[in-house]
């Protein structure tokens, strides 16, 4: 796997490996005259021509969305074969490493985040964009505390992974009309629905393999959260149950 610290990528300098996934790496770069800072996704796992053509148009695409809760997309080229994104960059790292499994949040804080990413989600669906990714590790902080949505779908990138534990986690948010290859926006309202019961509850709704998970989401319900948390108001509960209904509609 290359290591691209101290290359020049457009007019970035990479400073610094932020984090790597399995199939891509997220570089922190700085413009060489200006002094900027920006995040640099390359893609390491490499794709074919057809897929780099549709890699691009998706770029384009994310590029044009521009909203106060998503990361914006700068740039595009390719390395060596590797295709990158430039992206702005987020001080704050990802909700996930602000709160690791198992944290539980308060309703308050919880009510703060949502706002943020429903805008940014009804933003994207309005421009005909499903998400399909919505999680905590996409979710970002910036450098006023605000959260920045980021890592739109790109189908011309594989996801499939050899790690069991991350293809799991790849699942664990993913609604079932999605698992059956026909998302909808409401597929981004299910995910999200996902993340708040994760919040709430300390704990997935859904655990197990990555079979036992997709059978999961398909037709067994979630455990009501007031078994986690005896004291949630039902209201809350309620609209965290019906984020999760099977039916899309």
């Known amino acids: 796997m290359a290591d691209y610290v101290g290359q020049q990528l457009c007019n970035y300098t990479i400073v610094r490996l932020l984090r790597r996934g399995a199939f891509t790496d997220v570089y922190l770069g ?5 002094h900027t800072n920006a995040a640099i996704k390359i893609i390491h796992s490499g794709i ?14 994310i590029a044009h ?11 595009f080229g390719i390395q060596n074969t590797a295709p990158f994104l430039i992206m702005d960059y987020a001080p704050g790292g990802t909700l ?3 709160h ?3 944290t539980t949040l308060s309703p308050a804080c919880i009510v703060s985040y949502v706002k943020q990413i429903a805008a940014a989600l009804l933003y994207t669906h309005e421009k005909q964009i499903v998400h399909r990714y919505v999680k905590p590790e996409n979710m970002l902080l910036g450098s006023c505390n605000e959260i920045l949505l980021s890592d739109f779908n790109f189908p011309a990138l594989p996801r ?8 799991a986690q790849r699942v664990a948010y993913m609604a079932p009309e999605q698992l059956q290859g026909m998302p909808l926006p409401a597929s981004d309202q299910y ?3 996902i993340v708040v019961y994760e919040w709430l509850c300390g704990s997935l709704p859904f655990q197990g393999s990555t079979l036992e998970i997709v059978v999961q989401h398909l037709a067994a319900p979630p455990p009501l959260p007031c078994q986690y948390v ?6 809350i509960g309620n609209v965290v149950l019906k984020a999760l209904a099977k039916d899309p509609q």
């Not at 074919?48 to 695409?61: E, G, I, K, P």
């Not at 499939?160 to 293809?167: A, F, I, T, W």
């Open 191 to 193: 995910a999200l629905g």
């Open 65 to 75: 969305l521009i909203h106060p809760h998503i990361i914006r997309t700068l740039d």
């Open 30 to 34: 700085e413009h060489v005259h200006l």
């Open 160 to 167: 499939n992974s050899d790690d069991p534990g991350r293809e």
């Open 96 to 98: 996930r490493e602000l």
């Open 230 to 235: 005896p004291l949630l108001s039902p209201a």
């Open 100 to 102: 690791p499994e198992g």
């Open 48 to 61: 074919s021509s057809n897929d780099l053509q549709q890699f691009q148009r998706q770029a384009r695409t």
